[in-house]
T-cell receptor, first 114, second 111 residues
Framework: NAGVTQTPKFRILKIGQSMTLQCAQD?????MYWYRQDPGMGLKLIYY???????DKGEVPNGYNVSRSTTEDFPLRLELAAPSQTSVYFC?????????????FGQGTRLTVV | QQQVKQSPQSLIVQKGGISIINCAYE??????FPWYQQFPGKGPALLIA?????SEKKEGRFTISFNKSAKQFSLHIMDSQPGDSATYFC??????????FGAGTRLFVKA
């Protein structure tokens, strides 16, 4: 049982480049989330999804896009990368919204934009 | 009003000592308060959680104390061990999709 798997673990992007952070979960969870974690800060919610085909914005969605074509996968797209997007990105999933704080997190993707 | 303020930013405790991390909130709509533990290179993992109708919850060496009138809650780690060295996040949730996290406390337990 792999849980939540994120790829890649590390990435360096140049300003203006684009990339997709991959996230997959094998727990059949309906709810999935993307967070970013900046040094000395808590996690900020970027986007979330309540099921295949349904996504919505979190606290800090600007500069990102998501899609949810299957229950298992929830990729995060960065268009026109900027230095402000240098961060550690975490994908998470949960069984329901009421227990969304009991989320299972992936190991994170450390992204540097130079 | 949506913030959760966490202190201290970092904490050094001797092995066997008590680690105490404090959090405060303003939004009275919050009704679920979890604590997450994060080891370096790993994602956060739920450690313990409490609802405001309970003043204290204990799981092993970890205890949450909750003061609803003061809008404060804290994590106590008894008999702290080097293996407890990690970053701890408090959080608050209203039952919806948006969990508000504190800034985190980096705990180091000296052997």
């Amino acid at each position: 049982n792999a849980g939540v798997t994120q790829t890649p673990k590390f990435r360096i992007l140049k300003i203006g480049q684009s990339m997709t952070l991959q996230c997959a979960q094998d727990m059949n969870h309906n709810y999935m989330y993307w967070y970013r974690q900046d040094p000395g800060m808590g996690l900020k919610l970027i986007y979330y999804s309540v099921g295949a085909g349904i996504t919505d914005k979190g606290e800090v969605p600007n500069g990102y896009n998501v899609s949810r074509s299957t229950t298992e996968d929830f990729p995060l797209r960065l268009e026109l990368a900027a230095p402000s997007q240098t961060s550690v990105y975490f994908c998470a999933s949960s069984y329901s919204a009421r227990e969304n704080t009991e989320a299972f997190f992936g190991q994170g993707t450390r992204l540097t934009v130079v | 009003q949506q913030q959760v303020k966490q202190s201290p930013q970092s904490l050094i405790v001797q092995k066997g000592g008590i680690s105490i991390i404090n959090c405060a909130y303003e939004n009275t709509a919050f009704d679920y308060f979890p604590w997450y533990q994060q080891f370096p290179g790993k994602g956060p993992a739920l450690l313990i959680a409490i609802r405001p109708d309970v003043s204290e919850k204990k799981e092993g060496r970890f205890t949450i104390s909750f003061n609803k009138s003061a809008k404060q809650f804290s994590l106590h780690i008894m008999d702290s061990q080097p293996g407890d060295s990690a970053t701890y996040f408090c959080a608050a949730n209203t039952g919806g999709f948006k969990t508000i996290f504190g800034a985190g406390t980096r705990l180091f337990v000296k052997a």
